[in-house]
T-cell receptor, first 117, second 112 residues
Framework: AQSVTQPDIHITVSEGASLELRCNYS??????LFWYVQSPGQGLQLLLK??????LVQGIKGFEAEFKRSQSSFNLRKPSVHWSDAAEYFC???????????????FGKGTHLIIQP | DAGVIQSPRHEVTEMGQEVTLRCKPI?????LFWYRQTMMRGLELLIY????????DSGMPEDRFSAKMPNASFSTLKIQPSEPRDSAVYFC??????????FGPGTRLTVT
């Protein structure tokens, strides 16, 4: 079974500074990888996804993530954060099915991002 | 598109009562997922459906939990009887492409 680790429970960043949120996964092959964002009282919004191909993926809101197979990592980055980026960020992994199709995702525990003015 | 719709948004009930949570997936999506979010356990997959058929219910915590999908546009998650430890936010998600799941706003359940 797959698992996801987000080692940072909280991260505080100054507005305008760069951001990197860490995500490590455990899976026997290359999984499908996702980053979701959750604002207080809201559902989860998909930021970006990696299925295959280029290991640097671009997402919405200026976010990007890089898949590193050797490190089993999929870290999320943003060059300059805005106060509106304050939220909970979840990394998720999905196991590809041989016959195609979807499966349930395994989520990390999340990283709470705080933006300082 | 209206996105995934869940109702109610908030539910407060007493221990022992039956609770029914509802979900309307995005039109055309053929997968539907139910997740539960708690502080202690994070986000957990409870069950998912493909073309209205339950595929994996291994995450359903107990027999007190049941889920149905009578048609492509509606699903329910029922807890009977409810217990305080069932208090959580329950999310419904749907997808068409493999894994690209779209989440609803959630139902916050409080069992007293």
């Amino acid at each position: 079974a797959q698992s996801v680790t987000q080692p940072d429970i909280h991260i505080t960043v100054s507005e305008g500074a760069s951001l990197e949120l860490r995500c490590n996964y455990s899976y026997g092959a290359t999984p499908y990888l996702f980053w979701y964002v959750q604002s207080p009282g809201q559902g989860l919004q998909l930021l970006l996804k990696y299925f295959s191909g280029d290991t640097l993926v671009q997402g919405i809101k200026g976010f990007e993530a890089e898949f590193k197979r050797s490190q089993s990592s999929f870290n999320l980055r943003k060059p300059s954060v805005h106060w509106s980026d304050a939220a909970e960020y979840f990394c998720a992994v999905g196991a590809p099915r041989s016959g195609g199709g979807a499966d349930g995702l395994t989520f990390g525990k999340g990283t709470h991002l705080i933006i300082q003015p | 598109d209206a996105g995934v719709i869940q109702s109610p948004r908030h539910e407060v009930t007493e221990m022992g009562q039956e609770v029914t949570l509802r979900c309307k997936p995005i039109s055309g999506h053929d997968y539907l997922f139910w997740y539960r979010q708690t502080m202690m356990r994070g986000l957990e997959l409870l069950i998912y459906f493909n073309n209205n058929v339950p595929i994996d219910d291994s995450g359903m915590p107990e027999d007190r939990f049941s889920a149905k999908m009578p048609n492509a546009s509606f699903s329910t998650l029922k807890i009977q009887p409810s217990e305080p430890r069932d208090s959580a936010v329950y999310f419904c998600a749907s997808s068409l492409a493999p894994y690209e799941q779209y989440f609803g706003p959630g139902t916050r359940l409080t069992v007293t």
